[in-house]
């Protein structure tokens, strides 16, 4: 069983930047993939970054080279780095894991951006 909670989110403007965490606990990290989804209100839940015994991959090209994942196997902690954010970023941010084919989920933290 793997418990996820992010933490990060909240109100920023156009143009700034935040760093969401996600910390899991009942897992080992290196073990596990970690990922990052979001949901803007009225859309389905999006792929942002997958990480995986150490490497990221980002699969949204919207957020190509502003957003940044990252794991601290150490911490037990995902983080997503997100620069020049836009009104389009606006979404619930999820957390993922993937153990032997388990998914489990965070509850979600809100990022808004205000134009």
């Known amino acids: 069983q793997v418990q996820l909670v992010e933490s990060g989110g909240g109100l920023v403007q156009a143009g700034g930047s935040l760093t969401l965490s996600c910390t899991a606990s009942g897992s080992v990290l290196s073990r596990v993939t970690m990922g990052w989804y979001r949901q803007a209100p009225g859309k389905q839940r999006e792929l942002v970054a997958l990480?995986?015994?150490?490497?990221?991959?980002t699969f949204l090209d919207s957020v190509k080279g502003r957003f940044t994942m990252s794991t601290d196997n150490s911490k037990n902690t995902a983080y997503l780095q997100m620069n020049s954010l836009n009104a389009e970023d606006t979404a619930v941010y999820y957390c993922y894991a993937n153990q032997d084919g388990m998914t489990y989920w965070g509850k979600g933290t809100l990022v808004t951006v205000s134009s």
């Open positions: 990480a995986f015994g150490g490497r990221t991959t």
